[in-house]
């Protein structure tokens, strides 16, 4: 089983559209989660952090499930420069200077006008 | 926020030739650099962690003779693909990890290597 499971997509929506893109990590001991955005032939960005209580930031909400080591992301009120691919990535500890990124293959949006 | 430098952002070479890659931390000491590695379609793979002053920790499958990193100072981290050949074509990515509360790692802009 792969450390972090994302449905690659892509996902095809309109512009204003709604769309959320889930993500399931396999090593309970994960202890920090985030979403980068990636755009193509670029580097990843860092998009959000996301906490045990979900957290939102502008049109993005970020949610995390520790019991089913599920998180989600929701796009509110999509436009064409969200187009990208959505990077899902754990960390399994937390603070100090151990552990490093695991990154999910990502998820493809494409906003049509 | 903070920056990572990463240079070159392209290269093509023959195969055979070997190939130097910077990483640098423009505005923040990096005690802990990282090397990824990312294939068509495909995730990032963490090839290895480099720390300051001390041998690079790599990853499990990653020839270590081959992929020579080097961080001699706070600012600076640099991998060597040796004797490239065709499959390591790939985009590198580093990362150079910032201590502000929560873990953050700020991404260089990558470099594409295509060996001929």
């Known amino acids: 089983r792969k450390e972090v499971e994302q449905d690659p997509g892509p996902f095809n929506v309109p512009e204003g559209a709604t769309v959320a893109f889930n993500c399931t990590y396999s090593n309970s001991a994960s202890q920090s989660f985030f979403w980068y955005r990636q755009d193509c032939r670029k580097e990843p960005k860092l998009l959000m952090s996301v906490y045990s209580s979900g957290n939102e930031d502008g049109r993005f909400t970020a949610q995390l499930n520790r019991a089913s080591q599920y998180i989600s992301l929701l796009i509110r009120d999509s436009k064409l420069s969200d187009s990208a691919t959505y990077l899902c990535v754990v960390n399994l500890s937390y603070g100090g200077s151990q552990g490093n990124l695991i990154f999910g293959k990502g998820t493809k949006l494409s906003v049509k006008p | 926020g903070a920056v990572v430098s990463q240079h070159p952002s392209w290269v093509i070479c023959k195969s055979g030739t070997s190939v130097k890659i910077e990483c640098r931390s423009l505005d923040f000491q990096a005690t802990t650099m990282f090397w990824y590695r990312q294939f068509p379609k495909q995730s990032l793979m963490l090839m290895a962690t480099?720390?300051?002053?001390?041998?690079?920790?790599?990853e499990q499958g990653v020839e270590k003779d081959k992929f020579l990193i080097n961080h001699a100072s706070l600012t600076l981290s640099t991998l060597t693909v040796t004797s490239a050949h065709p499959e390591d074509s790939s985009f590198y990515i580093c990362?150079?990890?910032?201590?502000?509360?929560?873990?953050?790692?700020?991404f260089g802009a990558g470099t594409r290597l295509s060996v001929l």
């Open positions: 480099s720390n300051e002053g001390s041998k690079a920790t790599y």
């Open positions: 990362s150079a990890r910032e201590l502000a509360g929560v873990l953050i790692q700020y």
